[in-house]
């Protein structure tokens, strides 16, 4: 089974192809579970889990009942009426390591949310020690993998805010028109190519052009 197909962003799938990354069986699951895939092909991935790999127990998770087989949990989810709902609900909280190729100053969007481009500033992911400091924390694996990035609002002002699952992120291959120019300047200031007076420059410059062709402010 070709575990790549079942992640939630082409990009990640393809970074993890790259570098071989693999998962135990109870991580499978859980990637299988959240995926966009048709629910058919998560259903005969599961079937495949169940004949081809090994069983384990589940790891300590504060948000689900200890279980000592992952396949009499498959075998109990697949004989569920929604299956993949109640997959969800047990296993959103649960952290699985998904290696993710983009760094600060990519311009992105999430899979599935196409208006909704910004440029990365910070991914939890890239600090394990903060991730394993979370987990001692919590005495589980429930942590979400999330980071920061700038956006452009419905009036052209940047802002800075959280965005989640970093495993949906995709790089951003489209032009950059309009307010969404600012993206490209906050990236390039992001990637050390340009300084902040520089930044501020650009920044003065797109909204004066947006005002002469606009009434909404940029």
């Known amino acids: 089974m070709n575990m790549y197909n079942f992640l939630r962003s082409p990009d990640v799938a393809e970074h993890c192809r790259i570098i071989n990354k693999t998962w135990n069986t109870y991580e499978m699951t859980i990637i299988i579970g959240r995926s966009f895939n048709e629910t058919e092909e998560k259903r005969n991935a599961l079937y495949e889990l169940l004949e081809l790999h090994p069983d384990m127990p589940s790891p300590p998770n504060s948000f689900q009942n200890p279980f000592e087989s992952i396949h009499k949990e498959i075998e109990r989810i697949l004989r569920s009426n929604d299956l993949f709902n109640e997959i969800g609900m047990q296993y959103d909280w649960v952290y699985v390591d998904i290696p993710t190729p983009f760094k600060q100053g990519d311009i992105l969007l999430r899979d599935g949310c196409e208006n909704n481009i910004f440029v990365l500033d910070s991914l939890d992911s890239d600090n394990k020690k903060q991730i394993i400091k979370t987990l001692k924390i919590a005495g589980c694996d429930n942590y979400m993998t999330e980071g920061t990035g700038f956006f452009i609002g419905d009036d052209g002002i940047l802002y800075s805010d959280h965005v989640h699952d970093n495993d949906t992120f995709k790089y951003y ?38 005002k002469k062709t606009s009434n909404v402010p940029f």
């Open 173 to 210: 291959r489209g032009k950059l028109d309009g307010k969404y120019q600012l993206l490209h300047h906050v990236s390039k200031y992001l990637k050390t190519e340009i300084n902040l007076p520089v930044l501020m420059e650009n920044s003065v410059k797109l909204c004066w052009n947006s």
